[in-house]
């Protein structure tokens, strides 16, 4: 399977993200092995994955001048890398415990999440029905599981690509109800996601503004019985 060529507009030529550390199971420049052991017991695929080699990490710096938009397309393009890198992988053996990971150093950390909030949205509807979960974190997100426990806090924040566990995922998108649907009977047929679409980042983004979730409904407004005339 092809990686989709996403154009020169969807990772700007100014360089919003600095490689730090390419694909790698071990980064250097920080330290993994405390963080998934403190998480693990949140996820059973967790350590498996780490054990059988199918974890990876690939390391982006923000760059001191760099804009939100530029960010946001940057942190895109990786995220359509990883998604592609996994896809042929999950049917082999073991594939359901692949899992790639794009880790955001640098700039004001409380911004991170914003930054990756709006490329998290478009990757999981692009990939969503084809199997693929994509999740946001970070840094010192806090947290609970869905038996109530605290899951520790991420040390530095990241964008986790994976492949998807039907029986499972999908109560994490309860806000989206339809895309819960896709996944849970999704089926990678080579598909190319972006069939119909712009590669270009700002035209992803537009497209994606009509997916947002819809708001819940209001409850009506109890109105008081009429006064009784005498």
Not at 31 to 58: E, K, N
């Amino acid at each position: 399977m092809n990686t989709p060529d996403i154009g020169g507009a969807s990772r700007p030529s100014a360089g919003a993200l600095r490689l730090v550390e390419g694909r790698t199971s071990e980064p250097r420049t920080v330290d993994i092995s405390d963080y998934l052991r403190a998480v693990a017991a949140h996820c059973p695929f967790l350590m498996p994955s780490v054990a059988r080699g199918q974890m990876g990490w690939t390391l982006y710096e923000i760059a001191t001048d760099a804009q939100a938009d530029d960010v946001e397309a940057e942190v895109f393009h990786a995220g359509v890398q990883a998604a592609e890198w996994i896809r042929p992988l999950t049917t082999r053996p073991h594939g359901p415990l692949v899992c790639e990971n794009i880790v955001l150093l640098g700039g004001d950390t409380t911004a991170h999440r914003a930054l990756l909030a709006w490329p998290h949205w478009v990757l999981k509807h692009l990939y969503g029905p084809v199997g693929l979960m994509f999740g946001k974190f970070w840094t010192d997100e806090e947290g609970t599981d869905r038996r109530g426990r605290r899951i520790p806090a991420p040390p530095f924040s990241f964008l986790a690509a994976r492949c998807a566990i039907p029986p499972v995922d999908p109560r994490f998108l309860t806000d989206t109800p339809d895309l819960a649907q896709s996944l849970s009977t999704a089926v990678d047929d080579g598909r190319n996601v972006f069939q119909g679409l712009p590669y270009e980042w700002k035209a992803v983004k537009q497209w994606a503004s009509s997916l947002l979730s819809p708001q819940r409904p209001v409850p009506p407004v109890k109105r008081s019985a009429a006064p009784r005339s005498s």
